[in-house]
């Protein structure tokens, strides 16, 4: 498996609250992005990163914000969470090299 | 904006049989991809495809691309019960590493 860890696995939060989801690689892999997952839409991408600090919205952004400071950390905020933001969130992984993606284990976040 | 369908969306077969699952998509790329997630588990490469014509097979499955007609393709030949999953198809927009998902075949093999 490639080296991906998302933290925290599972999470209950409640609406209004702020909530970060970390992704940490070992591979070194240059580009780093966030997905989630409904039923019915498949993954959507809502932000990626293509190096330190150099990052860039996908198809469903709002409400979300992320940051890169350092290259093996990807981090994702929901700055005020809504009860639309429950899914799964996934944490991907790809170098030009490689041209396929790597996905992490997947977080289940539950907003009440 | 960037359109990636697939067909069908749940697919029920009977182990022995063969279908294809079919992945279009309205952009340009060379690069098509085809995972496969397990229940409750993360996804899984299962092909890489990168230039017209390309075909690759492993096991019972088959997958190409026709990049002229924007489609790729899913084999399953003489369908075993462990291959029931989801399998999505994934575009490389503009091969600049930003990976665009279809909504995924949901495949139920019964025996």
């Known amino acids: 498996d490639a080296g991906i860890t998302q933290s925290p696995r599972h999470k209950v939060t409640e609406t209004g609250t702020p909530v970060t989801l970390r992704c940490h690689q070992t591979e070194n892999h240059r580009y780093m992005y966030w997905y989630r997952q409904d039923p019915g839409h498949g993954l959507r991408l809502i932000h990626y990163?293509?190096?330190?600090?150099?990052?860039d919205k996908g198809e469903v952004s709002d409400g979300y914000s992320v940051s890169r400071s350092k290259t093996e950390d990807f981090l994702l905020t929901l700055e005020s969470a809504t009860s639309s933001q429950t899914s799964v969130y996934f944490c991907?992984?790809?170098?030009?090299?490689?041209?396929?993606?790597?996905f992490g284990q997947g977080t289940r976040l539950t907003v009440v | 904006e960037l359109k990636v369908e697939q067909n069908p969306l749940f697919l029920s077969m009977q182990e022995g049989k063969n279908y294809t699952i079919y992945c279009n998509y309205s952009t340009t790329s060379d690069r098509l991809y085809w995972y496969r997630q397990d229940p409750g588990k993360s996804l899984e490469s299962l092909f890489v495809l990168l230039s017209n014509g390309a075909v690759k097979q492993e096991g019972r499955l088959m997958a190409s691309l026709d990049t002229k007609a924007r489609l790729s393709t899913l084999h399953i030949t003489a369908a075993v019960h462990d291959l029931s999953a989801t399998y999505f198809c994934?575009?490389?927009?503009?091969?600049?590493?930003?990976?665009?998902f279809g909504t995924g075949t949901s495949l139920t093999v019964i025996p």
């Open positions: 994934a575009v490389d927009k503009w091969a600049g590493n930003q990976f665009y």
């Open positions: 990163s293509y190096g330190v600090k150099d990052t």
């Open positions: 991907a992984i790809s170098e030009r090299a490689l041209p396929e993606a790597f």
